[in-house]
């Protein structure tokens, strides 16, 4: 298996190319600081743990330049409601190793802070239905993106291709029609080892589909009159299966798709729609 730098090493990589920080490294020296990051607006806090790592994966990198990690304090928890001007961390040690990550930390604590942020914006307009990211992730950051849905108050649905079975259109178009799907999987559910879930773009397809067993049926692109009558049709039908709704869900819709009986919402907005929140790392002290 090829090995790929983690996201923190990349993005350090990335801004330093090899040479540093080459402003401070020229202009300050081996100044003392102490430091803060502030919240400039309110929101919910994801990838704390974050700014420690950031500060270790330099050094690894560049042992040569930079070999004394700064002291970090943090003030807050992840999932933790955060106000403006409200201090997050605390950070003392060499202007030049936390100027060198500045922009990193900044990078990454905004945007998860901001998928968390949007998360629990959705998660608060819903009372019992469950809210689901997606794999509509940011290349490299989908385990921590989708730990910052969870801190946004979202579940997980499944991590990559690997963990769970879910038949979109596209497996439907290719292997012939849903007839021929459920055929399929007839003759290999002894062997099927993860959970499977299956879309459905409209009624009478939800109508083929509910006899057989799945552990999860997604309702693709549904209005919400066609959920309401997805969800009669499997009490008619005396039918035990979970039903998931994605596609076109916003936060200005989401209460009344929530108020038809679904038990489960997917929403790609929340990694790949999502602003990060704004904050700022200020210089308290300069020691001499």
């Given at each position: 298996m090829?090995?790929?730098?983690?996201?923190?090493?990349?993005?350090?990589?990335?801004?330093?190319?090899?040479?540093?920080?080459?402003?401070?490294?020229?202009?300050?020296?081996?100044?003392?600081?102490?430091?803060?990051?502030?919240?400039?607006?309110?929101?919910?806090?994801?990838?704390?743990?974050?700014?420690?790592?950031?500060?270790?994966?330099?050094?690894?990198?560049?042992?040569?330049?930079?070999?004394?990690?700064?002291?970090?304090?943090?003030?807050?928890?992840?999932?933790?409601?955060?106000?403006?001007?409200?201090?997050?961390?605390?950070?003392?040690?060499?202007?030049?190793?936390?100027?060198?990550?500045?922009?990193?930390?900044?990078?990454?604590?905004?945007?998860?802070?901001?998928?968390?942020?949007?998360?629990?914006?959705?998660?608060?307009?819903?009372?019992?239905t469950r809210i689901l990211d997606t794999r509509k992730t940011t290349p490299g950051m989908r385990e921590a993106e989708k730990k910052a849905t969870k801190d946004g108050g979202a579940e997980n649905h499944r991590m990559g291709l690997f963990d769970m079975m879910l038949i979109k259109d596209n497996h439907i178009k290719i292997a012939g029609g849903i007839d021929n799907i459920l055929k399929i999987l007839e003759n290999k559910r002894?062997?099927?080892?993860?959970?499977?879930?299956?879309?459905?773009?409209?009624?009478?397809?939800?109508?083929?589909?509910?006899?057989?067993?799945?552990?999860?049926?997604?309702?693709?692109?549904?209005?919400?009159r066609m959920v309401r009558e997805a969800v009669g049709m499997r009490k008619e039908m005396g039918i035990d299966v979970d039903f998931e709704l994605s596609g076109g869900v916003k936060l200005d819709n989401i209460e009344e798709f929530a108020r038809t009986g679904i038990e489960y919402i997917s929403v790609g907005a929340l990694t790949h729609s999502a602003n990060g929140l704004d904050m700022s790392l200020e210089v308290e002290r300069v020691y001499e």
């Open positions: 090829v090995k790929h730098p983690d996201f923190i090493t990349a993005a350090l990589m990335e801004d330093l190319r090899g040479k540093g920080d080459i402003t401070s490294d020229t202009l300050i020296g081996k100044r003392r600081i102490d430091a803060i990051i502030v919240a400039k607006e309110e929101g919910v806090l994801s990838g704390l743990e974050t700014i420690d790592k950031t500060f270790e994966r330099l050094i690894e990198i560049y042992p040569e330049r930079y070999y004394q990690k700064p002291d970090v304090t943090v003030l807050k928890k992840n999932a933790e409601k955060v106000k403006p001007r409200e201090v997050i961390c605390r950070i003392a040690g060499d202007a030049r190793i936390i100027l060198a990550c500045e922009r990193t930390i900044l990078n990454i604590l905004s945007h998860l802070s901001g998928v968390a942020t949007l998360t629990s914006r959705f998660a608060e307009k819903v009372n019992g002894k062997s099927i080892e993860t959970k499977v879930e299956i879309e459905v773009s409209s009624l009478d397809e939800l109508k083929k589909v509910l006899p057989h067993r799945f552990d999860r049926i997604m309702l693709d692109n549904f209005t919400p």
